[in-house]
């Protein structure tokens, strides 16, 4: 049965297939860390912004969510944060079921990446508890724009070498959904998430494991999955 409206290519097992995924919400949850970082930034430097307000903008870059809380002077702010997001990290976990499921797909020849608004300094560590060695990574730290906007998706194709009608994006936020429609690149919304999806509804997988039923789906056709 397929996953949403339309009929299923035929599957060619030479076509190259792509995963990318987000990591905060979807792989690791960090929603302790970002909370302890975030009631620092309130303490230091006398905000009166609820985290709940700066969790609402997840998955744009730093910059991006000060602009969104109408807060200046950034810098200075993302200093905080990054420092006490490093001192919280031991409070981030692997959501259940992640590295078996990373395992099987790369056990099926997928071509897999990371495309996220974390900097890469506080990402490195966090990816490599996962212990694959992910073939792209994305960040705020490269060029381009940060997500809503295509970009960084689509340089995560050109480093794996794939079209966008190939590969699945897995994220927990509207912006991962817009991103990936303006890529052109099919959106699976992560349940499990911290956000909940746009529209038009997307497939939603309620577990990690729930993105198994995946593994043998492919290739892709008009940024939906078929």
């Known amino acids: 049965m397929p996953l949403s409206g339309g009929t299923r290519r035929g599957i060619d097992t030479e076509a190259v297939r792509v995963l990318l995924l987000d990591l905060d919400g979807v792989l690791v949850d960090t929603r302790p860390v970002m909370e302890s970082a975030w009631h620092q930034v309130r303490e230091e430097h006398s905000l009166d912004v609820p985290f709940e307000d700066y969790e609402r903008h997840l998955g744009r870059p730093f910059v991006d969510i000060m602009e969104q809380l109408g807060l200046a002077d950034a810098e200075p702010i993302h200093q905080t944060y990054s420092k006490a997001s490093t001192e919280a990290s031991h409070l981030a976990r692997q959501f259940d079921g992640v590295p078996e499921v990373l395992h099987a797909f790369a056990a099926a020849d ?3 990446g990371i495309v996220t608004s974390k900097p ?3 990402a490195t560590p966090l990816l490599a508890q996962l212990g694959i060695p992910f073939a792209a990574v994305r960040t705020p730290n490269g060029v381009g724009r940060g997500k809503p906007a295509p970009d960084p ?3 995560a194709l050109i ?3 794939a079209d966008p009608a190939d590969a699945l994006y897995v994220g927990d936020m509207a912006v991962d959904q817009e991103a990936a429609g303006r890529a052109g ?3 699976v919304h992560a349940g499990w998430g911290y956000g909940t999806p746009s529209s038009p509804a997307p497939f939603v997988a309620e577990s990690p494991k729930d993105l198994l039923r995946l593994v043998d789906t ?3 056709l008009e940024g939906s999955l078929l």
């Open 218 to 220: 492919g290739p892709f």
């Open 120 to 122: 890469l300094e506080r």
């Open 153 to 155: 998706i689509m340089l």
């Open 159 to 161: 480093d794996l070498g």
């Open 185 to 187: 690149v099919s959106y």
């Open 110 to 112: 997928w071509r897999m």
